[in-house]
């Protein structure tokens, strides 16, 4: 779910007056971009999906090299405790203890949901940087959250892009996308997602809490909470194997 968690670079003083510098629409993507992946990273989160009927949370622990691996371990409740997901590049798999078996997703199966949430394993897949996957206008500034934005309209570069246009609120001071609206080629709006919390890890600002809502979905939206996260942390290779999923 790389692309959902954007990060940012820089952090003015707030006692400051600040002025947004003159940026164009590609730089300010590649700015959001600078952070959005880590060489390595470890991280624990969990995903609180507020149904129509019922709320439950997941816990996951999960280990991510670059933009292209990425290894989850489900750690909680019960149900789905040990179950595990291996992203290589373009290719993904699931493993369940209880069945002993290995799925490979792929095809429409990457439109599902995952665990019920409002994410889709094609959320999960995501590779590309923003400023490598679509070209980008300003439309306008805006508030969000009593921060200044950018309001800017981003177009898929390639027709296989999940979504093919999305509608995002740039934090004009910290470069972190504070909401984003997501839309299908037909230009339906298919998912929302807001910023609701944000945290300083070392020298850049982390999404802390989000709420993803798939907007063809009864329910209140799937939240996310990020609990912990390292950076640059040591990975061994052989996480990221078809062979570790039942380890």
């Known amino acids: 779910m790389k692309f959902f968690f954007l990060s940012m670079i820089g952090i003015a003083l707030h006692s400051m007056a600040w002025t947004a510098p003159l940026l164009s629409a590609p730089e300010i993507l590649f700015k959001i971009d600078q952070n959005l992946t880590s060489a390595n990273l470890l991280s624990v989160s969990s995903f609180t999906i507020h149904g129509s009927r019922s709320t439950r949370t997941i816990k996951a622990k999960s280990w991510i090299q670059g933009a292209h691996r990425s290894f989850t371990e489900y750690l909680s409740p019960p149900r789905e405790k040990g179950n595990k997901m291996l992203k290589l590049d373009d290719n993904l798999w699931i493993y369940y203890p209880n069945a002993d078996r290995v799925i490979k997703i792929a095809g429409h199966m990457l439109r ?57 609120w740039v934090d004009q001071e910290r470069f972190i996308t504070l909401k984003q609206e997501l839309f299908a080629k037909s230009g339906k709006l298919l998912k929302r997602v807001e910023m609701r919390e944000v945290f300083l890890v070392k020298d850049r600002w982390y999404p802390k809490r989000l709420l993803f809502k798939d907007i063809l979905k009864k329910g209140e939206g799937t939240e996310v909470l990020i609990h912990t996260i390292e950076f640059d942390v040591d990975i061994p290779p052989s996480r990221f194997s078809k062979a570790s999923l039942r380890r």
């Open 112 to 168: 599902q949901s995952v665990m019920g949430s409002d994410l889709s394993y094609e959320d999960m897949m995501e590779n590309n940087k923003l400023h490598e996957a679509y070209q980008a206008t300003i439309q306008k500034t805006d508030t969000f959250l009593d921060r200044p934005c950018w309001v800017m309209s981003l177009q898929a570069k390639q027709p296989d892009q999940a979504y093919s246009t999305r509608k995002v």
